[in-house]
């Protein structure tokens, strides 16, 4: 699964030193999953590709920055709640056979379920449907000599098995909104990444930002709203919310040259955002929880790891 993106992780300028900066504000309630990779030392650059590291897993962690624990094995990533917060959908990677796709388990990572590994390339960063009957996915199929990255959806009975858009481009991170629609980043032509959001069953698509920078990490908010997102300028990467229609755009975080802050994820009642965060925090990435409208942010993780693609679910 090498040839599928990874996001780097994140920070900003106005982060605070220290595992716990403050109390939680309001809004920042329940449990955080995320992946834990080992430290990948490189410097920063504004790309969304990242190779899988051996190593990685997921893990949970309170909206306090407490109860940090291990959740799932090893060569697992991508963690995402059910709307219920029951169950929760992951990507795991065969060490034997190398197969890489979609997984199930319950809320405490137990009674795991493969749901679907292809057999070639891979599947990846799943999402629930509203009802959570369905997942989204991201998929990668050999068309010719060129691998492409499309997005389907599979019943969680595992039929249904449905590609939904059919373009040659690169489509990423599909996250599913409270209306139906599926966000997600597509590369054009001139290697432009943008949002898009797609009607799973018309397959009427809607773009949703435009221009130079590379949009990615769609996140939708539970009202269905806005979108957070995380937007790749030259020397930064901050996060961003639009609304559902792509108006109004406006930047969270105030990242500073070669800082970065993405993967984000919205917190129960709006109010506040998670994200991976990178910069300040040593020549690894942290995670952090800031108000929607913008502010100081809160470190939640303080190690020597990686901790990238956080996914909130409500108490």
């Known amino acids: ?57 997921v893990r949970t962690i309170g909206s306090d920055g407490r109860h940090a624990a291990r959740m799932l094995n090893a060569n697992t990533q991508s963690p995402a709640w059910s709307p219920s917060g029951s169950r929760i959908a992951y990507y795991r990677q065969s060490p034997r056979t190398g197969r890489a796709g979609i997984w199930t388990a319950r809320a405490d990572g137990s009674h795991a379920r493969k749901l679907f590994a292809p057999k070639q390339g891979g599947a990846d960063h ?9 997942i989204a996915f991201e998929r990668a199929v050999w068309r010719g000599d060129d691998l492409v990255t499309d ?22 991170m599909p996250s599913w909104g409270p209306d139906g629609r599926i966000a997600f980043a597509r590369e054009d032509a001139r290697g432009d990444w943008n949002l898009y959001a797609v009607d799973p069953v018309s397959r009427a698509e809607t773009q949703l930002t435009a221009g130079p920078e590379r949009d990615l990490d769609p996140d939708w908010s539970s009202d269905g709203t806005r979108l957070a997102f995380s937007r790749e300028t030259a020397d930064r990467i901050d996060v961003w919310t639009v609304t559902a229609a792509g108006t109004d755009p406006h930047r969270v975080t105030a ?11 919205w917190g129960p009642g709006d109010t506040d955002i998670a994200y991976a965060g990178w910069g300040p925090y040593g020549n690894d990435h942290e995670l952090l929880v800031i108000g929607a409208g913008g502010g100081t942010p809160r470190q939640l993780t303080s190690n020597k790891q990686d901790d990238l693609a956080p996914d909130w679910r409500a108490p």
């Open 1 to 57: 699964m090498s040839v599928l993106p990874r996001r780097l992780g994140v920070v900003t300028a106005l982060a605070v030193a220290g595992v716990i900066a403050s109390p939680s504000p309001a809004g920042a309630e329940g449990t955080l999953a995320y992946v834990s990779v080992p430290t990948w030392q490189v410097p920063f650059t504004v790309t969304p590709w990242r190779p899988y590291e051996p190593g990685r897993h």
């Open 126 to 134: 799943p999402t629930w449907s509203p009802d959570g009957k369905t």
């Open 151 to 172: 997005i389907w959806r599979i019943g969680l009975n595992r039929h249904a098995l449905r590609r939904i858009t059919r373009t040659r481009a690169e489509e990423l």
């Open 255 to 265: 990242s500073g040259p070669e800082e970065a802050a993405s993967d984000p994820a």
